[in-house]
């Protein structure tokens, strides 16, 4: 296939009169939507300053205005910054700055968000009040290479990063994932996933565009709406990311939720068990895949994938240790299921081919050297393999504990703490050993439900393939975990609270799995095994 441009596939709706995007009671045609962007194309060209990177901020929610804009940088040779609502303060001047917006057109509820920042004499404009000329502007040649946006990675190890989107990174997955799925015009994309986030943009409003499909766009995401959204737009597809899905599976069922449109949905960081539910529950398919906003190396779930699984990677994806830097061999197992040569099995995944979509981040010559080494893309995501093939996900780089001299991801433990009944959501990560390396620290939610301590831990012992190293040293049980604004665990600050929280917590004694009180903050409750 070859690689369009974002340019390209808006003008292909340039004469398309069928509803092209939904929200809310408000429908306009695809044709409307490109005349619109061509107006708006204009009024950047005309405030844009021409010694300055051309960069405009949005900070918004999914409006129609959003889209309109992408398509008018995309026509005017300009840079969409996709900004973070639930970002504060200097974390919100210095993500401007980073971007060097020359201005930042936000919502009007969102204005007080930028009072009184240091923002370097950048401008702000209200988009309900920014009026665009009427004539259009002819759209400015564009090549798959040319930056359209730049998306802000989560930031769950540090500040966010400002990854560089091309037209080709963004046009080509919609093209490609359009095709694959058989989307037409005949369909509809809905999103509700926040449109500053690479989920969004690539899983669902380019495939849309590039099948010609309507847009049916959610404000911000609701799991009580999800259905009746369904129902409203008559949506056929939808994206997705892995936390809001299993939101949407723990609704209360009903006995028509299978009784709706949808025909497929896609996206990432699915667990096995919700994906399944999903399928059974709403009766469509889903398909889930492996990718970050960096765009270096991606592959998705088949119907012959385990469950677990992330699926089979492409041949120039490869684990390799990240000590020695070779390849991994095929993981190994015992009878009961654990992992038995984990310090050998457990590698990084990397693009050996080189960078793949990833154009580098935006002012941060560090982190694109620590990315791209010796020619291949590092993900700094830690994965196995089997003997067929199937890849795992074990945890990130910065994950990875050392517990008694192994490596461990904290990845395998969460899938088995879920399993328990109560569990509804779990973090494992590092916590200091007094001695060296690390100690294993999980914190839990269990929405409400009692949890028996004393079933937790003969629920532990149960499972086979929770290895002796493996078991929590310390367990906390949390109201929620938390989350970036895209349902990333923020790790790191569960790692820094360590035992200091006013949680319920538990500690492991002794060589069985058994659980006593801590007493590093009086007053905290505590509970015994």
């Not at 702000?124 to 359209?148: G, N, T």
């Not at 009878?335 to 693009?351: F, K, S, Y």
């Not at 532990?460 to 493996?470: E, H």
């Amino acid at each position: 296939m070859s690689v369009p441009t974002v340019t390209e596939l808006l003008l292909a709706r340039a004469g398309d009169e069928r509803p092209g995007l939904r929200f809310e009671d408000e429908t306009c045609s695809w044709a409307e939507h490109v005349r619109a962007s061509a107006r708006w194309a204009a009024g950047l060209r005309a405030a844009l300053r021409r010694d300055e990177p051309p960069h405009v901020g949005i900070l918004a929610d999914n409006v129609p205005a959003f889209s309109v804009l992408l398509g008018a940088c995309a026509f005017a040779g300009a840079v969409l910054v996709g900004l973070n609502p639930t970002r504060r303060g200097a974390a919100l001047a210095r993500d401007i700055r980073l971007a060097d917006c020359q201005f930042v057109l936000t919502e009007r509820k969102y204005r007080p968000l930028l009072a009184g920042l240091d923002l370097g004499g950048i401008g702000v404009r209200e988009l309900e009040s920014w009026a665009p000329p009427d004539d259009p502007a002819e759209p400015v040649p564009a090549s798959a290479d040319d930056l359209l946006m730049l998306i802000f990675t989560s930031g769950t190890s540090g500040d966010p990063k400002a990854v560089r989107c091309t037209h080709g990174k963004i046009a080509f997955p919609g093209a490609m994932l359009a095709q694959r799925f058989g989307l037409s015009t005949s369909d509809t994309a809905y999103v509700t996933m926040p449109m500053f986030h690479s989920n969004a943009v690539m899983a669902g409003w380019a495939v849309g565009l590039a099948a010609g499909a309507t847009i049916a766009l959610r404000r911000r995401f609701s799991a009580s709406g999800f259905l009746p959204d369904v129902r409203r737009f008559g949506a056929t597809y939808a994206n997705y990311v892995g936390k809001p899905l299993s939101y949407v599976v723990a609704t209360p069922p009903r006995p028509d939720d299978a009784d709706n449109p949808l025909r497929l949905v896609y996206g990432n960081e699915g667990a096995s068990a919700d994906l399944a539910a999903f399928e059974k529950r709403f009766g469509c398919k889903v398909v889930d895949a492996f990718g970050s906003t960096e765009g270096g190396v991606g592959f998705a779930r088949t119907d012959d994938t385990p469950p677990g699984s992330l699926g089979r990677p492409a041949d120039d994806v490869a684990i390799l240790h990240p000590d020695t830097g070779r390849r991994c061999p095929p993981a190994e197992f015992d009878a009961d299921g654990h992992l038995v040569n984990a310090a050998d099995a457990v590698g990084e995944l990397v693009n050996t081919a080189g960078a793949g979509w990833f154009a580098g981040y935006y002012r941060d010559a560090q982190a694109d050297a620590e990315r791209l080494r010796d020619g291949r893309f590092h993900t700094g995501d830690l994965a196995y393999a089997d003997a067929a093939g199937f890849c795992y996900f074990a945890g990130r780089l910065g994950d990875w504990l050392r517990v008694d001299g192994e490596n461990l991801g904290t990845a395998p433990i969460e899938r088995i703490l879920l399993r328990h009944p109560a569990i509804t959501d779990a973090a494992v990560y590092a916590v200091p050993d007094p001695v060296t390396g690390d100690q294993v620290m999980a914190a839990i939610v269990t929405g409400g439900t009692g949890l028996d301590p004393a079933g937790f831990g003969r629920f532990l012992v149960g499972q086979a393939d929770l290895g002796p190293k493996q078991v929590p040293r310390y367990v906390r049980t949390v109201a929620q975990l938390p989350r970036t604004s895209t349902f990333k665990v923020l790790k790191r600050q569960l790692s820094a609270e360590g035992l200091h929280c006013a949680d319920v917590l538990w500690e492991r004694v002794g060589k069985d799995i058994a659980y006593a009180d801590v007493v590093a903050d009086p007053g905290r409750p505590h509970a015994r095994i």
